[in-house]
Nanobody, 128 residues
Framework: QVQLVESGGGLVQAGGSLRLSCAAS????????MGWFRQAPGKERECVAA????????DYADSVKGRFTISRENAKNTVYLQMSSLKPEDTAVYYC?????????????????????WGQGTQVTVAS
C-alpha cells in the first residue's frame, strides 16, 4: 500500500519561505519520478515541480521558476519542495505525487495523462 504524507505547510507572510516534505512508504521510490502539485479554490490542480527518478532532472511551472526548488532524498524515501519569495497567489493546497511507472522522466508528472499516487495535501497560505 503506497502512502504519501506531506508536512510543512502553514501560514507565512508574503516574501517568506516554507519547506514542504513528503515521506513515501509502501515501496522503494528510488525508481520513480515524483512531484508537487497545488490546487487553489476554483482552479484546476497544477504541477508546480517535478523530479525524475534519478534526481538529475527537474521541471518547474513558469510561475514558480527561480523561487521553488524540488529535491529528493532517496535514502529517506522523501521529496522536498523549498519555497521562497512566496506570494499570495501561491496560496493553495499542495499535494505530493509519485509516478506509478518506474524509470520515468519529469514529463510523467507534467503530462495531463499522468498516472500517479497522491498524498492527502497540506495547506499553504501566504498573507499579503
Amino acid at each position: 500500500q503506497v502512502q504519501l504524507v506531506e508536512s510543512g505547510g502553514g501560514l507565512v507572510q508574503a516574501g517568506g519561505s516554507l519547506r514542504l516534505s513528503c515521506a513515501a512508504s509502501g515501496r522503494t521510490f528510488t525508481r520513480y519520478a515524483m512531484g508537487w502539485f497545488r490546487q487553489a479554490p476554483g482552479k484546476e490542480r497544477e504541477c508546480v515541480a517535478a523530479i525524475d527518478w534519478s534526481g538529475s532532472f527537474t521541471d518547474y511551472a513558469d510561475s514558480v521558476k527561480g523561487r521553488f526548488t524540488i529535491s529528493r532524498e532517496n535514502a529517506k524515501n522523501t521529496v522536498y519542495l523549498q519555497m521562497s519569495s512566496l506570494k499570495p497567489e501561491d496560496t493553495a493546497v499542495y499535494y505530493c505525487a509519485v509516478d506509478r511507472a518506474e524509470w520515468g522522466g519529469t514529463w510523467r508528472l507534467t503530462s495531463p495523462r499522468r498516472d500517479v499516487y497522491w498524498g492527502q495535501g497540506t495547506q499553504v497560505t501566504v498573507a499579503s
